[in-house]
């Protein structure tokens, strides 16, 4: 195997998944040539990854599809020169039209990863859970069963400049239990998935003035004015890390801290893959879609109702209207949840 393409656009938390298979791919294959192809606003990712040879920055707006077709065009240059045109085996993640479009062309051997419908239709629609749950990465490693892979059970990986630099992987990575910040992410792409503000300040003011901690607030842009909220209504100092333009200045906040309470987001795959320990608070969601954090310690606060899950990637509001599966969550819960973590 001399070249592999790895295609996973987006989201954030899928592509952070995506980082034990192209570990594992290059220990099987060290001498073979790794690119990924990824949306630009989640290259972060893959930009210091040592096992990474190529990262091709995809523009994912409805727009810009002239400027992908410049990335082709680049990419079919590089083969030329090194692969002999092709790449030898392409793994395709995202199994989209943009993707399929993406690929068409820069190999022959191609791997497509499944969308599970019916297994995700039948958790929304029929609460039919099933017997196991196997991890998204588990998901991504059997697609490739039939290569000799270099399996491992390594958490996920995002690393920094010096690490790559030295070779190491969290080579200054400080000791949990002497750190004193508590990191919170109260945001998340929808609705439904985010606990409520009040609940979150209410959370940071007990951790302030009961526990004795400091308290640093996690997420994008997006998430300014939700972290805002929660500053302004818990009454109490914080930090703020959010707002972050880089997946690198979100990880290095991240790595200041002894622990994460989040919300089912890309920063808890983050969290993860700086080997933070988690708190995770789940509404619409449920962990059997394979999105739980990945093989680090952590914990699961949610509530059980009937009409749960709703959607396998939240909604803008309940459609019930109650919002049960977040609203009757209490803060000593997730309290309780942080104290056996820490």
Known sequence: MRSILIIRLSSLGDVVLATPLVRQLHRTYPRARIDVAVSSRFAGVWQNNPRVAHVWPILTTSATDATSDEIKLKILESLSGECGGQYDLIVDLQHNLRSAA???????????????????????????????TQSIVSRYRKLLEHLPLVGDIEPCEVWLPEERRDGVYLNAQPARGALHRIAIAPGAQHATKRWPIAKYAQLVRELTVRGNKEIVLIGGPADVDICSAVAEASGVDVLRADGSLSVESTVRALDTCQAIITNDSGVMHLASARRLPIVAIFGSTVQEFGFAPYAVPFKIVEHNVSCRPCSHIGRASCPKGHFLCMVSIETEQVLSALAALI
């Open 102 to 132: 993406l690929r068409h062309g820069l190999g022959s051997t191609v791997v497509l990863a499944p969308k599970h419908r019916l297994e995700k239709l039948a958790l929304v629609w029929l609460k039919k859970r099933p017997a196991k």
